[in-house]
Nanobody, 120 residues
Framework: QLRLVESGGGLVQSGGSLRLSCAAS????????ISWFRQAPGKEREEVSC????????TYADFVEGRFTISRDKAKKLVYLQMDSLKPEDTGIYSC?????????????WGQGTQVTVSS
């Protein structure tokens, strides 16, 4: 009943853009810091970005710095991940997850994930 739902994934060419959205069902997404993770086949899940509950602090993995932007819309209770200049190595399943109030600690609630595929 309490779940996160990701959307916006798809197939794009290298250099293209996608915007992922994270929404909550059954609870208030605005009460949590939200992180985006991704996992490619045969690889460990890795954190891509995080935004604090207030939206005042953000973090990015080195491999997406300068290309991805995380933001949140409290009125719509959505968190976005704008992905620009996509590379084939960005391919993977992208999931959003709740943390606490800030971008530390472990994620506790996950969405089902959305597939992002970047072709050469």
């Amino acid at each position: 009943q309490l779940r996160l739902v990701e959307s916006g994934g798809g197939l794009v060419q290298s250099g293209g853009s996608l915007r992922l959205s994270c929404a909550a069902s059954g609870f208030d997404l605005g009460g949590y810091a939200i992180s985006w993770f991704r996992q490619a086949p045969g690889k460990e899940r890795e954190e891509v970005s995080c935004i604090s509950m207030s939206g005042g602090s953000t973090t990015y993995a080195d491999f997406v710095e300068g290309r991805f932007t995380i933001s949140r819309d409290k009125a719509k209770k959505l968190v976005y991940l704008q992905m620009d200049s996509l590379k084939p190595e960005d391919t993977g399943i992208y999931s959003c997850a709740t943390k606490s109030f800030v971008c530390t600690g472990e994620p506790v609630r996950w969405g089902q994930g959305t597939q992002v595929t970047v072709s050469s």
